[in-house]
Every structure is written in structure tokens, then in C-alpha cells.
């Protein structure tokens, strides 16, 4: 069963402080996202990485920055959060591109409030 | 930037009642996905929509794909309360197949 955690359900962290979302996928799949949600915006990508330390921009970049040391693991950094960086975060992973159907599979995600 | 529009955006119907939820965006794209998300928890993946034509079903749901008219439908028969949710629908990029383009949501209640 295909399987995306996140290390936090909810997170509260205050203005400037140094945030870490981590994320793991079981599913050796080569692709991971992050993105946040939040009400009426549907859902924002901020970064992506197709492989093992590449990431690409994602639409809403700014901010954040992000890393990928191992396959199975995309950390989300917020180098100093702020309060509209509040939000709920998800990740999400999905196969190579050049399978059929390249659904990406959703963590739980992690609602961050930042004071 | 692919724009994906859903609507309505909230959707309020008594159980047996039919309904449809649509999803339109704005450059080509063969790629089309349907998302369920219950309050408090992730999404979860309902249908794939590959091709001009698909029509996939499951249940009481049942989403189609028009390319040409860059139109997805969710057709919901029969409604019942279990079904209540929010659902997105996601657009894949025309040259990057892993970056989807969400719409807004359609935040579904059935009555009872």
C-alpha cells in the first residue's frame, strides 16, 4: 500500500524562526512535492525534485527552500516563517514520468501556524 | 500558467438527488485527476483520466474527459452522505506531466 508521512500533524512556530517539514515516501518513487493549501486557493505547488538533490520552482517559491539528500525523503525548510506562511503543508510523491498514470499519492499533511 | 477552474465551489444537496461538478482549464492538457478530500485529512485519489473521451466510473461517482472542450465532468447519482466531502480536480502540465495545476475545490454536503 502506498504509503507518504509526514513528520508533524500540527506545528506552531513563531515570526523568524527556522521551520522543518520533513516527508517520506515508501514507494520508491523518484518524484516528490510539496505543496500548501489553503481556503479558496485549492492547492500551490512550492517546490518539486525529480530525482535524488535536483528540485525545480515550483508556482509559489518564495520563502521556502527544500532538500532531497535521500529517495525516499523531501524536506520543506521556511528559512525565517512568517504569518502568511501559515497554512496547511502537503507532500505528495508519484513515479517516473514516463509511466501511465503519474498520480501523485498525498501525506496526511501539517498544519503550520506561525504567531 | 494552466488555470483550472472548478464550480461550484460549494454544492449543498439532499441525498438521492443527482448532481455534477465541473472542471475547466485553460491549455491543452490530456492529463486530467480526480482528488477526495474528508475534513482533516489528505487527499485521496479518485479517478485518471488519460484520454479525449475517458469516462471512468466507481460507485455513484462518475467522471468523463473532453479535451477539445477542456472539460472534465463529476457526475454524482444518487447521492448519499458518505459522500460528502471536498473534491479537486488537477490538470497536468501539456509538457511536464509531474506538475499539476489544482482548481479550487468543490466542497460537497449531502443532507440526509
Known amino acids: 500500500d502506498v504509503k507518504v508521512t509526514q513528520s508533524s500533524r500540527y506545528l506552531v512556530k513563531r515570526t523568524g524562526e527556522k521551520v522543518f517539514l520533513e516527508c517520506v515516501q515508501d514507494m520508491d518513487h523518484e518524484n516528490m512535492f510539496w505543496y500548501r493549501q489553503d481556503p479558496g486557493l485549492g492547492l500551490r505547488l512550492i517546490y518539486f525534485?525529480?530525482?535524488?538533490?535536483?528540485?525545480e520552482k515550483g508556482d509559489i517559491p518564495e520563502g521556502y527552500s527544500v532538500s532531497r539528500e535521500k529517495k525516499e525523503r523531501f524536506s520543506l525548510i521556511l528559512e525565517s516563517a512568517s504569518t502568511n506562511q501559515t497554512s496547511m503543508y502537503l507532500c505528495?510523491?508519484?513515479?517516473?514520468?514516463?509511466?501511465?498514470?503519474?498520480?501523485?499519492?498525498f501525506g496526511p499533511g501539517t498544519r503550520l501556524t506561525v504567531l | 500558467e494552466l488555470k483550472v477552474e472548478q464550480n461550484p465551489l460549494f454544492l449543498s444537496m439532499q441525498e438521492g438527488k443527482n448532481y455534477t461538478i465541473y472542471c475547466n482549464y485553460s491549455?491543452?492538457?490530456?492529463?486530467l485527476y480526480w482528488y477526495r478530500q474528508d475534513p482533516g485529512k489528505s487527499l485521496e485519489s479518485l479517478f485518471v483520466?488519460?484520454?479525449?473521451?475517458a469516462v471512468k466510473q466507481e460507485g455513484r461517482l462518475m467522471a468523463s474527459l473532453d479535451t477539445k472542450a477542456r472539460l472534465s465532468t463529476l457526475h454524482i447519482t444518487a447521492a448519499v452522505h458518505d459522500l460528502s466531502a471536498t473534491y479537486f480536480c488537477a490538470v497536468s502540465h501539456p509538457y511536464n506531466f509531474n506538475k499539476f495545476y489544482f482548481g479550487s475545490g468543490t466542497k460537497l454536503n449531502v443532507k440526509p
Open positions: 491549455t491543452t492538457s490530456d492529463r
Open positions: 483520466l488519460l484520454s479525449n473521451g
Open positions: 525534485s525529480y530525482d535524488v538533490k535536483m528540485k
Open positions: 505528495a510523491s508519484s513515479p517516473f514520468s514516463g509511466t501511465t498514470y503519474n498520480e501523485q499519492f
